[in-house]
C-alpha cells in the first residue's frame, strides 16, 4: 500500500540530547514537509522540501534540522538547541509544492 | 502573510444533531481543502475544492468553496461519536513561492452518545 510512515510512534529524548524522527513515503511525491503540533494548536511548519537535495525553512526551524538525501525519506533531527521539543511532530507530502498534503501517523516526542 | 481563522474553535453537540463550521480569510484562496485529525493521528484529507462556488459531497460531509473566494464552509449531518477529532481547512499560501499550505487553527469537534 502507498503511504507516509513514521517512526517511531513515541520517542523520549534525554536533555542535551539531539534525536532523529523518521519520514519515509512511497507515494513518489517531490515534496515533503514537517510540522510542529502543541497541545489544543494547529500546524506550524519547521522544514519544507520541494525536490531533493534541497530544503527551506518554515516558521519555525530554529532548533531543528533536515535532509533530503533521498526523494523517499526526509528526516527531522531535534537538537539540544530546541529548548521546548515535547510536541506531536507530523510529516506530510505532496505530489509538487502547493498541492495537497497526505500526512503520515505522527510521532510524539517527550522530554525525560 | 495570508491567514485563515476557523470557527468555532470547539463545539460540544449531541449524536444525530447536524454541524457547521467555517473557514475565513482576508485574502484569496484558488483552493480549499479541508481535514480530519483523529486524536493522536495525522490529518486525514476529507474534501477538496478548486472552484468557487463549488459544492462537493462526502458522506455525511458537505463542503462549499465560498463564492468570494475567501470562505468556505464543511458541513456534518446526523453526527454519530466517530466524528470526534478536529477540524482544519488549508489553502495554498500563494504569497511564498515555495509553496505552503496554510491551515487554520482547527475546530475542534466533541459528540456526546
Given amino acids: ?112 | 502573510g495570508q491567514q485563515l481563522n476557523q470557527s468555532p474553535q470547539s463545539m460540544f453537540i449531541q449524536e444525530g444533531e447536524d454541524v457547521s463550521m467555517n473557514c475565513t480569510s482576508s485574502s484569496i484562496f484558488n483552493t480549499w481543502l479541508w481535514y480530519k485529525q483523529d486524536p493522536g493521528e495525522g490529518p486525514v484529507l476529507l474534501i477538496a475544492l478548486y472552484k468557487a462556488g463549488e459544492l462537493t459531497s462526502n458522506g455525511r460531509l458537505t463542503a462549499q468553496f465560498g463564492i468570494t473566494r475567501k470562505d468556505s464552509f464543511l458541513n456534518i449531518s446526523a453526527s454519530i461519536p466517530s466524528d470526534v477529532g478536529i477540524y482544519f481547512c488549508a489553502g495554498p499560501d500563494f504569497y511564498n513561492q515555495g509553496g505552503k499550505l496554510i491551515f487554520g487553527q482547527g475546530t475542534e469537534l466533541s459528540v456526546k452518545p
Fill in chain 1, 1 to 112: 500500500d502507498g503511504g507516509i510512515t513514521q517512526s517511531p510512534k513515541y520517542l523520549f529524548r534525554k536533555e542535551g540530547q539531539n534525536v532523529t524522527l523518521s519520514c519515509e513515503q512511497n507515494l513518489n511525491h517531490d515534496a515533503m514537509y514537517w510540522y510542529r503540533q502543541d497541545p489544543g494548536q494547529g500546524l506550524r511548519l519547521i522544514y519544507y522540501s520541494q525536490i531533493v537535495n534541497d530544503f527551506q525553512k518554515g516558521d519555525i526551524a530554529e532548533g531543528y534540522s533536515v535532509s533530503r538525501e533521498k526523494k523517499e525519506s526526509f528526516p527531522l533531527t531535534v537538537t539540544s538547541a530546541q529548548k521546548n521539543p515535547t510536541a506531536f511532530y507530523l510529516c506530510a507530502s505532496s505530489i509538487g509544492a502547493r498541492e495537497t498534503q497526505y500526512f503520515g501517523p505522527g510521532t510524539r516526542l517527550l522530554v525525560l
